[in-house]
């Protein structure tokens, strides 16, 4: 590697880590971060080690604080800590084991009986051990410490802030906009036609870490902005009505490329700019052959010879670098303005989120000039493991190293591997990650992959070792190769009799860049193809691991980046006849298609005789009529009547016994169960069907009548189409079967797949938005003129992540990775 890591970590070993001290584990995947964690927790628990490795007293599991980030993940390694302090008091209770970790423990500790006694405690007292999420355990301190923090103790939590920041940004459109003249309110709505469109613009910075903003924020009023911008517009104007004779001259006399600056082009050029500063300077409208006569263009354009100079042209030059115009002062004052008035409206109603449970933390800790707040979580927690470290953020990062970082006394373990930093999105910052890797000077690392095989541990190993900048942050996101475990060799996969390489390219060659639809198209044919094939010798016996294993469908997972790739691959795999579930589906159920059909349903149940209700519930995809049997209702009036007695008796149903019932009546006496399970997609029919019912049956308990039922359905349809659910609302799995999985990289991460496809590796999506983190300021930034250097600033940050999903996704495979490579080409060019 170009650049050397200057602190080289030490291999963990379990038994001999100390466990005081601020301390950075670094776990590769598959190298067994949660059993070392659960190791480790062992350790505490029985006061194991030396005078230099112990902790200074054993603790109970109320004493040991683990924290991870999300609700499954803490029920995960809650249930994994709690199988090893079982497994280990067994093994005190019989004096024998073979776990590398438990062994030893037996040898070095002597009183067994003590040992297990420590351990049934601690096993019996699971429900009370300190392991949360990051924000159940903010919540926790803020309100155990309500006197140290300043907390209220009456605060309510809310979970879903969309409607108060569509209220707040309302607010402010209303005191900013409403009292602006008719032609300043024009320039706004060119913006923003509506209060949504500024959210929609806004809406993401109005939460998490405060942003530095270019160009800053406007000052002074919105008019007196206005003003200023118009006249820098009209500066140029002057500039350019006061030279306009000479510029045909000065540019046709110099060196520049005539075939650019033609005889015919270069005075049309000029009398458009020419007409644009003579007119009234009311709007910023820029004429866009300005940046033909910008002194860097006009010097680019002279490769040879002299090119044109005028102090006019640098004028041109520095005025486009810095576009006038409302957008960015208004829209940075927009956020700074409507985060405070978010803020007011939560303390006024004595609110809070998930995000203002860090932040209250944070400041309330800042805050503590006497260190009380502190000094109080030492005591209640002299150890904590933070668990997925990496995904860690600036204010979860101010919390613990201003309660650990200063008292080596205490134990601090950060677990994490910035190489699996990929969440950004959600707030996670692999700069702060990085200021913690140079603010602690103890690293570790785990060095044995116990998940692949060895052949696919030498494949990664390789393809990271070879470049010079794997992840780009080289000296802070280094790559140590991992050794395969012992059996590692052992585990392979077998086609045709043939041992299979681990690591599998599918180039698509071409004589020139391809478009990001024809590799998409091609590689999600060769996906399919190649699970056929597999699936096919395994059913003959001819694919198999080892120890003839049969290859099945659940062992097979395709990963993707987005919704619209993973429906790519299923739509090959069903034309291949290979049933497929995407595991990654977090739209809402209430978006499906069958959520509308239900609506118009209850319309037309709670109102039989309404015609023009019951017509459209008919003609809707969940009866599937056919034109004959519409054209029948119509005509036929014995057919007429017999519908509406049928919706008549749904409606005597649903008012007697239920909206449930109703609905499973309605799908038993139209067949409709029976006809999409004859159908390519009618699982996923059947299972949104089922689920909206049980939702449905689950909001009577709290709505007053029916009609106010199908108000909360409809309003819940229109939430769902604007990006706003919760999780019992997500779309359930539709089955259960043995099926090939196809999961997003990021909803794959920690788990593990006997064979891996990836076959769109190399798509991406270039930065759309200047926001960079600044190295000098340390500081996150928004460019929301989007110039060219924040942009590459940016890109260059989501190419560092790029290449970790990449390291992500392929140490998801246990025996083989296929891979799909094509020279792409960027839109166009």
Known sequence: MSNIDTIVPLPLDTLTFPLHGARLIEASAGTGKTFTIAGLYLRLLLGHGTLQTRHNQALTVDQILVVTFTEAATAELRDRIRRRIHEARIAFSRGSSHDPVV????????????????????????????IYTIHGFCQRMLTQNAFESGMRFDHEFITDES????????????????????????????????PQALLDSIGRYLSGEALCFIPPMMSDDLAALHQSQLAKIEAVKQQWRAVEQDIETIISHSDVNKRSYTKKSLPEWIKRVSSWAASA?????????????SQSVLIEKTPKGNAPHHPLFVTIDSFLAQPVGLQGPLMAHAITVCRQLLSNAKSSQQWLSFDDLLSQLSAS??????????????QLYPVAMIDEFQDTDPLQYHIFSHVYLAHPTCGWFMIGDPKQAIYAFRGADIFTYITARNQVTAHYTLGTNWRSSAQMVAAVNQLFTQPDSPFIYDKDIPFYPVQASPKASQKQW???????????????????????????????????????????????????????????PANIAVLVRTGSEGRLIQQALAQQGIASVYLSNRDSVFSSVVAADIQRLLLAVLHPEDEKALRSALASPLFALNAAQLDLLNNDENEWETVQHEFKYYRKLWQERGVLPMLRSVLSQRHIAERWLAETHGERQLTDFMHLSELLQQATQMLESDHGLLRWFAQSIEDAQAGSSHDDAMLRLGSERNLVQIVTIHKSKGLEYDLVFLPFALS??????????????????????????????????????????????????????????????????
Not at 281 to 293: A, E, G, K, N, W
Not at 365 to 378: C, Y
């Open 103 to 130: 062994k030893p423990l037996l040898e070095q500790i002597t009183d067994h009986a003590f040992a297990a006694q420590l351990l049934l405690n601690a096993e019996r007292q699971m429900d009370q051990a300190a």
């Open 163 to 194: 409607q108060l920041k569509a209220q707040v940004v309302a607010d402010y459109w209303r005191r900013q906009f409403y009292p602006l003249p008719i032609n300043l309110a024009g320039e706004i709505r060119r913006l923003w036609p509506s």
């Open 281 to 293: 300077t009311i709007t910023y409208d820029i004429p866009d052959v300005l940046s033909r006569f």
């Open 365 to 378: 800790l800042a805050q503590d000039e006497q260190g009380i707040l502190a000094e109080r979580i030492r």
């Open 494 to 552: 077998f086609l045709a009799g043939q041992v299979q390489p681990a690591l599998t390219y599918w180039y698509q060659q071409a004589d020139a860049p391809v478009s990001k639809g024809d590799y998409q198209k091609i590689m999600a044919d060769a996906t399919a193809s190649q699970i056929q094939k597999l699936l096919t010798a395994a059913q003959q016996g001819e694919a198999y691991f080892e120890l003839h294993r049969a290859i099945e």
């Open 764 to 829: 991406y999506r270039v930065a759309q938005e200047g926001k960079y983190y600044d190295l000098t300021s340390g500081k996150t930034v928004l460019d929301m003129m989007k110039s060219d250097a924040a942009l590459q600033q940016a890109d260059k940050e989501r190419l560092a992540e790029d290449l970790r999903l990449i390291y992500v996704a392929l140490t998801r495979a246990v025996y083989g990775c296929f891979v799909g490579v094509a020279p792409l080409r960027n839109g166009r060019s």
